[in-house]
């Protein structure tokens, strides 16, 4: 691709360094002069380096009172936000989407390529569940909510037609993009760190698992799970809104470490005898971290999981999916994971991580965009 491409990087919010932000930042080390767009930015000097020090383009939300703490309150107001951006300069825009930054406004003559982490989870297929969650299921603030969401569904669908092509981070995710948008995608799984994950071959007595603790996340369930079963010791790392409620269900085998450093938080995956995990994520980027450190992985089988871990019963096993996010079939799968602990090779959950690296990344989605380029000027001329 010629080097005097302009290129535009969209993100949808830029607050904290997260799974989708790791994804942009690497797509941006590929694209070093492209430039950066997003609703809101609030990176830290610490989290701007993996950015390349960019500040980017902002919307008025940036502006809005609170927006710092409480952007996503303004999620109503993003879809206008995000089509504020002026990305006309742009040959090639670039949306790391999983709410509205594919919704950017481009011109037939610019190619769109959209990385979809998910489409918007609480306005299609898991409504029911954030709106149940957020205490939204009733009453007069429940039919706005279901209102505003009932509009985001419209937009979000007519925005599709603006992307020419979609990318999806897991099978998983292309098959929620061919259903609510109708347009097939491609995977692509994001970059995992696996580099930055001692591989430890000895392990300790003890489970783990580490998470922000908000109710997908599940960690109520794993620590309900490990109350049944005081013989075997569980350490949680995270912290957040329901740090409190699960404090309360703590039993004594069962060690809250609340946030930790990354090292920290490194050193118990690398030592733990296995990592438990009872999230539906839509690729989920710390089982792979646990397998880089040759930990097996014990995970509630659907979603991304499916795809980054290897159960049991097939070759070189990399850990053991659980079939119900219930307290019972997690505890049955630790038994069988228990039973069968020879078959779990740290080395075998290495290698699989190393599939997911971003070395693996970096390659097929440069070469993807380079081939996309390709198509989308031959298309053109074949027009006319």
């Given at each position: ?27 941006l ?7 950066l ?87 299609w ?71 930055s994950?001692?591989?430890?071959e000895?392990?300790s ?31 949680v ?23 930790c ?116 000027n ?7």
């Amino acid at each position: 691709m010629s080097k005097d491409k302009k290129i535009a990087l969209v993100h949808e919010w830029l607050q904290s360094y997260a799974g989708s932000e790791q994804v942009s930042a690497a797509i941006l080390d590929n694209y070093p002069d492209a430039e950066l767009y997003s609703v809101i930015d609030f990176l830290t000097d610490e989290q701007r380096v993996h950015f390349h020090n960019k500040k980017a383009i902002t919307t008025f939300i940036q502006h809005l009172p609170r927006a710092k703490k409480s952007y996503q309150k303004y999620l109503p107001l993003m879809p206008l936000a995000i089509e504020q951006l002026d990305v006309s300069a742009a040959d090639i825009i670039i949306s790391s989407s999983h709410a509205v930054s594919k919704g950017v406004l481009t011109g037939p003559d610019q190619l769109h390529i959209s990385y979809v982490h998910s489409p918007m989870r609480y306005a299609w297929d898991l409504q029911h569940q954030y709106l149940k969650e957020s205490g939204l299921s009733t009453g007069m603030k429940g039919w706005l909510a279901k209102w505003l969401l009932h509009k985001l569904r419209i937009w979000d669908y007519r925005t599709a037609n603006g992307v020419d092509f979609f990318v999806a981070n897991s099978k998983f995710i292309a098959r929620r993009i061919k259903k609510v948008y109708g347009r097939d995608a491609d995977v692509i799984y994001p970059p995992v760190a696996v580099d930055s994950f001692s591989f430890t071959e000895k392990k300790s007595d003890y489970y783990f698992t580490a998470s922000r603790m908000v109710p997908y996340k599940r960690i109520d369930l794993i620590v309900d799970a490990f109350a049944r079963m005081p013989d075997k010791k569980l350490v949680v790392i995270g912290d957040g809104p329901e740090f409190n409620k699960i404090k309360s269900k703590a039993t004594p085998n069962v060690e809250l470490l609340g946030y930790c450093a990354f090292e920290v938080l490194k050193k118990y995956m690398q030592n733990a005898r296995a990592f438990v995990f009872a999230a539906e994520e839509d690729f989920g980027i710390i089982p792979v971290e646990a397998q880089a450190c040759g930990t097996p992985v014990i995970a509630f089988g659907k979603g991304g999981v499916l795809e980054t871990v290897i159960p049991l019963g097939i070759q070189d096993p990399t850990g053991v999916l659980f079939r119900e996010q219930s307290v019972q079939s997690l505890v049955d799968s630790v038994n069988i994971f228990e039973n069968n602990r020879d078959c779990f090779i740290p080395l075998h959950c290495r290698k699989n991580a190393e599939k997911f690296s971003k070395k693996r990344f970096d390659i097929e989605f440069s070469d993807y965009v380079e081939n996309k380029w390709r198509e989308f000027n031959k298309s053109k001329k074949d027009f006319f």
